[in-house]
């Protein structure tokens, strides 16, 4: 599986471009927005949009999902359906937060822990990590030893727990006792900010240390 990352909004939020080498099949995660970028950078590796994954319904990971949806004629999988109160709130998360206006979006599939997801030829195990929203879900690849982890864990910090339905202790149980058993040799990227492996932040990360 290859991947790109596309820092789109104005919070420079990684929204990722993730394909299947054999079948030029790609999916974008986390589309918050500027969509001319996410597409000219479908157009030059010549992708086929296959489908659009979500790890959480804030503004700046899902504020185009819908626009994308509609312009790709694509399905959309996830997030877990406890976030759809956030994908409800997307039009007033617009205003709040100065973004160009946002449409709400009924996911093809919701997921739930455990669930896979496909792109092309590659799978994505699912996994249920709340704590920064209660639906949030990250998408890990084994075969590349990949996980896209949107908001839960950062390079030298963690998801922001202050937003409504947000919980602190079960975000460090999600990093913990769902990430941590992937391995200390995993690669993530984050939905913000540089990459990184779980062991260094498990060795480093002052929020979550072991």
Known sequence: MQFQVIPVTAFEQNCSIIWCEQTRKAAVVDPGGDLDRILHALDFEDLELEKILVTHAHIDHAGAVSTLAALRKVPIEGPALEDKFWIDLLPQQSQMFGFPEAETFEPTRWLVDGDEVTVGNEV???????????????????????????????????????????????????????????????????????????????????????
């Not at 639906?135 to 864990?153: C, I, P, Q």
């Not at 910090?157 to 058993?181: C, E, M, Q, V, Y």
């Open 124 to 210: 994505l195990q699912v996994i249920h990590c709340p704590g920064h929203t209660p639906g949030h879900v990250v998408f890990y690849n084994k075969s590349r030893g990949l996980a896209l982890v949107g908001d839960v864990l950062f390079h030298g910090s963690i998801g922001r727990t202050d937003f409504p339905k947000g919980d602190h202790a079960t975000l460090i149980s999600s990093i913990r006792n769902k990430l941590w058993p992937l391995g200390d040799d995993i690669a993530f990227v984050p939905g913000h900010g540089p990459m990184s492996t779980f062991g260094d932040e498990k060795e480093n990360n002052p929020f979550v240390k072991v």
